[in-house]
């Protein structure tokens, strides 16, 4: 246990930056859900609409996004440009057999299985899309 406080402790200032981020997302998306509940007659679906009712459709979206988390935050270094290249085409490639298999799914996926889609995002993310510099 000893090792995870290190760790928390020597990454303080980017779990805040992490926070300030996921959470201004999230009250961007209240203001634009209480808009688009406002414009109801116009036929905007609403975030809640989207996550209520076509959460199956999105799962490569949350892959996407946990992928692109871990592009933003947790990046590594490669020296060879060839090899972003390979594992963009590779992530890509699954976010694409995500939306194809999506399409088929009558029903929403669990809880467990959305988080290990964001966390299986990242991970690949992490591992085979390193940033070229």
Do not use: C
Not at 33 to 61: A, C, M, Q
């Amino acid at each position: 246990m000893s090792k995870f406080k290190r760790f928390l402790n020597r990454h303080l200032s980017e779990i805040r930056t992490i926070k300030i981020i996921v959470a201004s997302m999230l009250g961007l998306m209240v203001v634009i859900d209480i808009v688009l509940v406002t414009l109801e007659g116009n036929d905007f679906p609403t975030f809640s609409y989207v996550v209520k009712d076509l959460r199956h459709r999105l799962i490569w979206f949350t892959f996407l996004f946990g992928g692109l988390l871990a592009k933003i935050f947790f990046n590594r270094k490669a020296s060879d440009k060839k090899e972003e290249l390979t594992g963009m085409f590779a992530f890509f490639s699954m976010v694409l057999l995500l939306f194809v298999i999506g399409r088929s799914l009558e029903t929403a996926p669990g809880l467990f299985l959305q988080i290990l889609l964001l966390v299986g995002g990242a991970a690949l993310a992490h591992r085979t899309w390193p940033q070229y510099r």
